[in-house]
């Protein structure tokens, strides 16, 4: 084993992750999630989320510590989110991360949590592929991103302009009375339907929007149409074929997803392509992505679905890059940057 | 012993350390909204002040509030975690027990109140009695009320805290100390130990549940 020990920091939406990777290799891997806590409010709740974190901080360091039988002072880097993400929820991850690279004298690499996404994949896979596209689909972010260097280079190609895929996964549950988070409820549903069942509009498709938004998505217009869709059947009295309904959503997601991406992908000149972030899970977008890589003699990588949901590992790797690049680290005084542009790999 | 002081309670970043006789250094920034920006640094600064290194430290006090809770968090993240690095034992101590101190320290001999900034027009409050060695909470946890509504004779108490400056028609006269300072936080958890009287739990005093509701039906999309 080689390369540097690097501690990793995630507290930017309801998990709190920490990690120790050393160089590309991942050694122990801790989350503590309140996902549950905000089951009942259908989506997350900062403040609730924020309370969470502060509890499970020491916790969750000491695990990850004893899982990697590794010391605080055996790091040679401290990584964290230091953005975007929620504001009160980064603060307790950014706080901890300061206090600890202050107490151990160690540098301290506020990072950036969706460029930590893309970098998972190094865990799993070894070196990104550079250039590289990335989707990146979570419960709070959706973009298409264009990596000429993880560590230093990475461009927004679009993004969705009203709601996060996850955050349309969660919607349409409520809508079908299925659980939040609404993603693996829909997922299971979808089985037993009819994925061309119903055709739902895929956002920003259309020749006018290609224009002005070819990257980037939109899927607020998609969630409207299946309560209409779901509530016209409701109002005539008929059964909702819930099934159906999931199966033809979900199509409709994945579908807009990966065209985009392999249009990107071509667009650019670029033959790889990297997925990641929690709707990664859904085996319907891996399925999908592959086919179209395939045909279109793009190479697909996605990580474990461990790793594409939010954790201190992927923090902690793209912490591992910067080292191993000798970039300086970031100042005592950074601060937690709810809305970090992407191209900010690493905070100043 | 080596004790490290902090709050972000109140508006306040506030740092002191103190070696068990005396404050070697203090430092309070007032800066609301840069709690997690400015409160490691200024810990770093006044320990360099001090001459004195992070393994030096043998204990932690934190003001666990109440106050605004994001602020708050960052305290009591940034001493937890300090404490774990550095294995040692961080107490938390009622963020408006250390401006009590204060208002003893300046000779204060009768009741008084402390009321802090809650927002939504409440202010969180407490109410104090200065002895000869000690100031003592006597109203119990602190408690978060509209001023107008808390009872009359509370509020004709001389008061401490931002609460008068912010409703000056419902306390009597301001008292000077208006934030924590951290010399006095110290001050007050080393006599506390001292006493043999326990401290808090290093856990923020929310007071309040978080802001939020279940969700609700999906209203109707269709014309009507």
Redesign the interface.
């Known amino acids: 084993m080689s390369g540097p020990l690097i501690l990793g920091v995630e507290s930017s939406c309801d998990e709190t992750g920490v990690a120790f990777v050393r160089g590309n290799e991942l050694l122990g891997d801790v989350v503590a999630s309140s996902v549950d806590e905000h089951a009942r409010f259908g989506g997350v709740v900062p403040e609730v989320a924020s309370r969470a974190h502060l509890e499970a901080l020491v916790p969750t360091i000491r695990r990850a510590c004893e899982e990697t039988g590794h010391k605080l002072a055996d790091v040679d880097a401290i990584a964290v989110t230091s953005g975007p993400g929620l504001a009160g929820a980064l603060m307790v991850g950014v706080s901890a991360a300061k206090a600890l690279s202050w107490a151990l004298d160690k540098p301290l690499y506020g990072v950036n949590h969706l460029a930590a996404h893309v970098c998972a994949d190094v865990l799993d896979h070894g070196p990104l592929p550079e250039p590289t596209v990335a989707l990146l689909v979570s419960g709070g972010h959706t973009n298409l991103l264009l990596v000429r260097d993880i560590a230093s280079d990475v461009v927004e190609l679009g993004s969705t302009i009203d709601d996060a895929a996850g955050e349309a996964f969660d919607k349409v549950a409520r809508v079908l009375e299925l659980p939040y988070p609404g993603g693996p409820h829909i997922e299971r549903a979808a089985a037993d339907g009819d994925p061309q069942a119903i055709r739902f509009p895929r956002g920003l498709t259309a020749r006018k929007d290609l224009e002005k938004h070819r990257f980037d998505y939109s899927f607020s217009g998609l969630k409207t149409a299946v309560v209409r869709w779901v509530q016209e059947r409701q109002v005539a009295g008929e059964p909702v074929p819930v099934a159906d309904v999931a199966a033809s959503f979900n199509e409709a997601v994945v579908d807009v997803l990966t065209a985009k991406a392999i249009d990107a992908c071509r667009t650019h000149g670029i033959n790889d392509l990297q997925i990641g972030g929690g709707v990664t899970a859904n085996s319907r977008l891996r399925a999908l992505a592959e086919e179209r890589c395939a045909a279109a003699g793009i190479s697909l990588r996605v990580p474990r679905v461990r790793l594409c949901t939010d954790n201190g590992a992927m923090v902690a790797a793209l912490g591992s890059q910067l080292v191993q690049r000798g970039l300086p680290p970031s100042s005592l005084d950074l601060p937690a940057d709810s809305s970090m542009p992407v191209s900010e790999v690493k905070a100043s | 012993m080596l004790l490290l002081a902090i709050d972000t309670a109140t508006s306040a970043v506030t740092v002191a350390v103190h070696d068990g006789d005396r404050v070697l250094g203090e430092h309070t920034e007032v800066e609301a909204r840069?709690?997690?920006?400015?409160?490691?640094?200024t810990?770093?600064r006044v320990m360099d002040q001090a001459g004195r290194r992070?393994a030096d430290f043998t204990a932690i006090a934190v003001g666990v509030g109440p106050g605004p809770?994001?602020g708050l968090?960052?305290g009591?993240?940034?001493?937890?975690?300090?404490g774990?690095?550095?294995d040692v034992p961080a107490y938390g101590v009622c963020s408006l027990d250390a401006i009590a101190q204060s208002v003893r320290e300046s000779g204060m001999t009768q009741d008084f109140l402390v009321a802090t900034d809650a927002r939504r027009k409440e202010v969180y409050w407490a109410r104090y009695r200065s002895h000869a060695d000690r100031v003592e909470r006597v109203s119990g946890l602190p408690g978060v009320d509209r001023p107008a509504e808390l009872p009359e004779d509370l509020r004709a108490l001389p008061v401490a805290g931002r609460g008068p400056l912010l409703y000056p028609d419902s306390f009597g006269q301001p008292l000077e100390q208006g934030d924590v300072d951290a010399g006095s936080l110290a001050r007050f958890a080393l006599g506390e130990l001292a006493a043999g009287r326990e401290l808090l739990p290093v856990?923020?005093l929310?007071l309040r549940q978080?802001?939020?509701?279940?969700?609700s039906a999906?209203k109707?999309?269709?014309a009507r």
């Open positions: 840069r709690h997690a920006e400015i409160l490691t640094p810990i770093e992070p809770f994001t968090r960052v009591v993240a940034t001493a937890v975690t300090l774990l690095a550095l856990q923020p929310y978080p802001d939020a509701q279940p969700a999906q109707s999309v269709l």
